[in-house]
């Protein structure tokens, strides 16, 4: 069984966000062989608020109003459970005091906050779930390299 973190890269494409969708096709075709495979997907926090930010940035406000119900429809539904994806938990005062220790050196490696919380996540989700495949699913390269295979005897 595979986990996979989902990336703002893919979410933008699924919800639709103008000027952000230009893989939508090839994105909805990979999310339903993952979902065909039974693959766990999860919803970094990062990713909901990138995406958001995303949205509101949409020039036509008719779009972005769109937009904006698709996005809260789906994140509505991943935190009832109604959705393909749950959303990952709010990580601790300590996780962030850590992460921001690390942080000048990551925006030193071009990697912003977001990504940085969301490689934090696959991080956990490895040292949770050692016997599975943990992968980062985005179209970032410097996020899409991120896929360790079960560690064997685990």
Request: net charge negative.
């Amino acid at each position: 069984m595979t986990i996979c973190l989902v990336d703002t890269s893919i979410f933008c494409n699924i919800v639709e966000v103008p000027g952000r969708c230009q893989h939508r096709e090839q994105v909805l075709q990979a999310l339903e062989q993952k979902l065909s495979d039974e693959w766990n997907l999860l919803l970094p926090l990062a990713a909901v608020i990138e995406t958001g930010n995303h949205i509101a940035q949409v020039p036509d406000g008719r779009r972005r109003r769109s937009a904006a119900e698709r996005f809260a429809e789906q994140v509505v539904q991943a935190i009832n459970g109604q959705s393909p994806w749950v959303v990952t938990p709010m990580p601790h005062a300590g996780d962030w005091l850590a992460w921001l220790d690390e942080f000048p050196d990551s925006a030193m490696r071009g990697m912003g906050i977001g990504d940085l919380t969301i490689l934090k996540e696959y991080e956990r989700q490895c040292a949770i779930f050692t016997a599975r495949r943990v992968m980062i699913w985005s179209l970032d390269q410097h996020l899409s390299g991120y896929d360790r295979d079960p560690v064997r005897g685990a």
